[in-house]
């Protein structure tokens, strides 16, 4: 995967007769876009009726906002305190969702405050090497003519979102709402691949488990697996809550227009949610059923030792009996006595050899 990419760049202040060339040049930004830790406002811009009408700096955010017929959308990662004070202020933002979004390390959830909604999303990354899941977050704040987003650790950028939108005006001229459901949607549609990634690795691990190669190595990785399921599901399972509150009719700042495009979102996180679980169900059978592969081997394994010692056992006993030099065994004068016991050894060996042959045992 490649490295982290910005959400935009910011380029000069757009007009109607320039949107033709706005495809091309985000196209180009795309590939060319700097590691997000280079800066803390990753673009911040004014749209009018679906449209990209201005790019704004953080101190003139408030004149947009003034205007009825604009919203503004600014992007932000893991800015600094003062960066956030500033914004909270030019947004009117509250003091507990500027201490989440400044902490970060919250759980997918939804809050209400007086003039915004303050939700909270975790993206995910399967890295490769060493295999590993990475999470991130993205912090949004929504309110009636404006978004804001703040990314903490996330490997993906919004370059994606902000482009798709720009792309499709007479749907980005719904609003922030709208903007909220492509963040979501993009956020969720970062699970499939993973979740597609690990149904694969429980393929090959059925096939290990149930094949002549099965070993100790395979608990870890169930482990390994069953862990990193649980902390998908985490991260997803309360993105069924905060869907469903967006789909109600109690949030402002949502026109109802645009409430059904959470439905899909919604459809999404329980499909997940269910092919977590049934993972999840057949990571513990195919532990239990590993263990007791396990258990019946070590099984096959004393059955042999026990039978190859049973073997050994005859032969040492008769060897031991007349081994002990005492004068009155009548035996020790007995001119056959050495090849009768070698004879019943032997025999016996043969014996015990032929009944565990049949038994299984050997």
Known sequence: MAGPQNQDTPYAP??????KGMSDALQS???EAARPGSTTVIDCAAYCAGVRVADVGIEQIRGSLERNDHFVWLGLYEPEKDILRGVQQEFGLHDLAIEDAYN????????????????VLRTAHLA?????????ETHVFLGRNYLVTVRHGSLRSHIGVRQRCESTPHLLAKGPGYVLYALMDFVVDQYLPIVQQMEEELEDLEDVIFGEAANGDATARVYQLKRDLLALRRAISPLVEVCNRL????????PEDTRVYFRDVYDHIVRLNETIDAQRELLTTALEAHLSIMSHTQNEHMK???AWAAMIA???MIAGIYGMNFRNMPELNWSYGYHAS?????????????????????
Not at 107 to 115: I, M
Not at 128 to 136: D, I, K, N, V
Not at 247 to 254: E, K, N, S
Request: hydrophobic letters at 40%.
């Open 29 to 31: 930004l795309s590939s």
């Open 314 to 316: 005859v032969p040492t």
């Open 342 to 362: 070698i004879a019943l050894m032997v025999g016996t060996c043969i014996a015990l050899y032929t009944g565990f042959k049949r038994s299984g045992w050997l």
């Open 247 to 254: 789909m109600r009719f109690d949030l402002p700042h949502i």
């Open 14 to 19: 757009a007009s109607r007769s320039k949107l």
């Open 304 to 306: 042999r030792i026990t």
């Open 104 to 119: 970060a390390h919250q759980r997918p959830k939804l809050e209400l405050y007086k003039d915004s909604v303050f939700v």
């Open 128 to 136: 490769t090497s060493p295999r590993h899941l990475e999470f991130g």
